[in-house]
């Protein structure tokens, strides 16, 4: 069982983190935005992507103005205002849940919280700009410390880690005495392993069904993989045919202990997240656990994926039955990739 933690924000505001997974909307006010193309750049339309989120029933509506798509540039803090203030000013009021600000710049930081965010996640874990901990340790923000090799414009290129988990837990547990010496309470704190930013598919996949290898942080897990790179490698799909990948990585992500989700994707990604995963049942766990995180149970010999993954009534069950399928098939066709099975599963 997932540990539970309460963390007060203000406001009255508490997250309740363990006894369900919590699921973070996000809306990207940039031109170039991985998830959505750019369609909520203008401030109207975003507040009404940022409402919209909410009634749709996220938990957490998380905005951010720069991408950190790979290959991505910095954009200067001044324009990264530009972007996110007018929404969160219009919004101040508004929403119920908490607000969440993506950046990685003190003086957005500062700003935002002032405008009534509650949340900081920080994608470089104080790598960039350490003054974040100064701004967030002056409120009752909660910061989210993620991690990130190299920077969004080049982390796809650099050199594979030889022990991803050993440099994660080095990185974030340096994060977190940053934090700590320029007086941010632990108990504000949330880390993230960053799933792709400069990990390999095979390494992303090895840190969602090892999840229980950052339990001695003793803090909130939050995950993200809506549709990246390292799902469309596993069934061959594009960015825009990820969804029910998605919902299998975020299923198996709950199952290891996520407390918190992050879902950039589409409406029909958020309702899948919210409605359909409780229903999961044991055998499409089983499954999950077996494909995408490659646990190698399958005996392709003489079991086919058919009999592997059961028949489901759900809808969302049999969309992310037919993404396992796929998987699977890739694989079995794949037989130089058949190795790392065994890495995933025991690394």
Known sequence: MRKQFSLELGDGLVLELGKRTLVVGVLNVTPDSFSDGGRNFEPARAVERALEIEREGADIVEIGGESTRPGAGRVQAGEELSRVMPVLDRLAGRVQVPISIDTYKSEVVRQALDAGASIVNDVSALRFDPAVADAVAGSNAALV????????????????????????????????????????????????????????????????????????FGLPLMIGTSRKSFIGSLAGQPESD?????????????????????????????????????????????????????????????????????VCASPVLQGIQRYLHSAVRRRVRKAPRAAFLLHCACP
């Open 145 to 216: 410390l993620m991690h990130m090799r190299g920077e969004p414009a080049t982390m796809q290129k650099i050199e594979s880690s030889p022990n991803i988990f050993a440099e994660i837990a080095r990185d974030l547990d340096a994060a977190i005495r940053v934090a700590g010496n320029r007086g941010v309470a632990r108990r504000q704190l949330i880390i993230d392993p960053g799933i792709g930013f400069g990990k390999t598919p095979e390494q992303n996949l090895a840190i969602i069904n090892h999840l229980e290898r950052f339990e001695s």
């Open 242 to 310: 990820r969804l029910f990948g998605t919902a299998a990585s975020v299923a198996l992500a709950i199952v290891r202990g996520a407390h918190i989700v992050r879902n950039a994707g589409k409406r029909s990604a958020r309702r899948l997240f919210l409605r359909g995963l409780p229903a999961a049942s044991l055998a499409v766990c089983c499954a999950l656990t077996t494909v995408i995180a490659g646990v190698p149970v399958l005996d392709t010999a003489n079991r086919s994926p058919d009999r592997e993954l059961q």
